[in-house]
């Protein structure tokens, strides 16, 4: 059965980094796009950045030029570089698999952002 395992969340202040990573366990086959979605508090899920097998990115406008997103196929990884961070990106940071038939969620990482 495929895991996925998420890490690199914690506590940052305003202005700083962090790099969330998405490790993939198991036979995972069908797969066509990898994703980072975010829930804060009070708030819906909302999608993040997503990258598909080609390589091609998109992001929230909201995180446009501060997020990248990237992955390595071999290490069947997807990774978010956060920089600039700001309070307003404190959620919850799920990362997701799209493939044919069902998709597959991690159990998320806390980043919080503050003083």
């Known amino acids: 059965q495929a895991h996925l395992a998420e890490s690199g969340g914690g506590l940052v202040q305003p202005g700083g980094s962090l790099r969330l990573s998405c490790a993939t366990s198991?036979?995972?086959?069908?797969?066509?796009?990898m994703g980072w979605y975010r829930q804060g508090p009070g708030k819906q899920r909302e999608l993040v950045a997503r990258?598909?097998?080609?390589?091609?990115?998109n992001y929230a406008d909201s995180v446009k030029g501060r997020f990248t997103i990237s992955r390595d196929n071999a290490k069947s990884t997807v990774y978010l570089q956060m920089n600039s961070l700001k309070p307003e990106d404190t959620a919850v940071y799920y990362c997701?698999?799209?493939?044919?038939?069902?998709?597959?969620w991690g159990q998320g990482t806390q980043v919080t952002v503050s003083s």
């Open positions: 198991g036979s995972i086959s069908g797969v066509y796009a």
């Open positions: 997701k698999v799209d493939r044919i038939g069902q998709d597959y």
């Open positions: 990258i598909t097998n080609g390589g091609t990115t």
